[in-house]
């Protein structure tokens, strides 16, 4: 029996990684969660209403943010991109950069790292 999680047959994957997996869908299916409660708040009009989504919503939110520390705290790499990431100031996009280097992965995805695909490395090259 397969899931959509999975682009691997799940027999085959390591328990850990079929955690992650889930983990990921989790996230996922959170963020959907809170995406949908903002267009529902958006044009919800009775108050009563209003507040029972609303506090729904924030249920999401932690639901969302355990998920993603359940991940962080598995994956070191991510987790040191994040924190360059998360909570600071200025651009977003030069600090997802600046986190990347400062992981050890270069800008734009790591080309080059062991394991890695080398996507990051095209950037710049003129295709």
């Known amino acids: 029996m397969g899931f959509d999680q999975y682009h691997e047959p799940p027999e085959e994957l390591p328990a850990r ?9 989790s996230l996922t299916e959170e963020a959907e ?12 009009q009775d108050p009563e ?20 520390e ?3 705290r ?3 790499v991510w987790r040191e ?13 030069e600090a997802g950069e600046e986190a990347e280097e400062g992981a050890g992965l270069g800008g734009s995805g790591g080309g080059g790292q062991p394991g890695s695909l080398g996507i990051g490395s095209l950037k710049g ?3």
């Open 17 to 25: 990684t079929r955690t992650f997996a889930r983990l990921c869908a």
């Open 74 to 76: 598995r994956t070191p």
């Open 125 to 127: 090259a003129g295709l």
């Open 70 to 72: 359940f991940l962080l």
């Open 33 to 44: 969660a809170i995406g949908w409660y903002e267009q529902r708040l958006a044009v919800e």
């Open 49 to 68: 209403a209003l507040a029972v989504m609303r506090n729904a919503q924030t249920e999401e939110f932690k639901h969302f943010a355990m998920d993603l």
């Open 81 to 93: 991109i994040a924190r360059g990431i998360l909570f600071q100031e200025g651009d977003i996009v």
